[in-house]
């Protein structure tokens, strides 16, 4: 069984930083990759960054925002820096084996979300 476990979310101040974090276990291959999308009430889920197992820096939308891997922890991060009230949403990781891929319906695994909320 996949099982991906997201967590780092919380109330930070408009400007601050969030780290948030995926651990993910039960994937049968090596060759996968883990993606962030987010998501606010009546809008689809949002792309936000993606990275393929061992492969670096993720391709991150938003300049602000870093994708990071530990592969030996079967984790990955992402760093989000001068948060600003739009990026208020639950953020969920999703991981899927091959490529990183931008839509939402590609991936059949995904955590249990994790808010973020940036006061003004």
């Known amino acids: 069984e996949v099982q991906l476990a997201g967590v780092g979310g919380g109330l930070v101040q408009a400007g601050g930083s969030l780290r948030l974090s995926c651990a993910v276990s039960?994937?049968?291959?090596?060759?996968?990759?883990i993606a962030w999308f987010r998501r606010v009430p009546f809008k689809e889920r949002e792309y936000v960054s993606c990275?393929?197992?061992?492969?670096g820096i993720g391709n991150t939308d938003e300049a602000r925002f870093t994708m990071s891997s530990d592969n030996a922890r079967n984790t990955v991060y992402l760093e989000m820096n001068s948060l600003k009230p739009e990026d208020t949403a639950v953020y969920y990781c999703?991981?899927?084996?091959?490529?990183?891929?931008?839509?939402?319906?590609?991936?059949?695994?995904w955590g249990q979300g994790t808010l973020v909320t940036v006061s003004s």
């Open positions: 990275i393929r197992r061992g492969g």
């Open positions: 039960g994937l049968t291959s090596d060759d996968y990759a």
């Open positions: 999703a991981a899927e084996i091959g490529k990183c891929v931008r839509f939402a319906s590609w991936y059949d695994n």
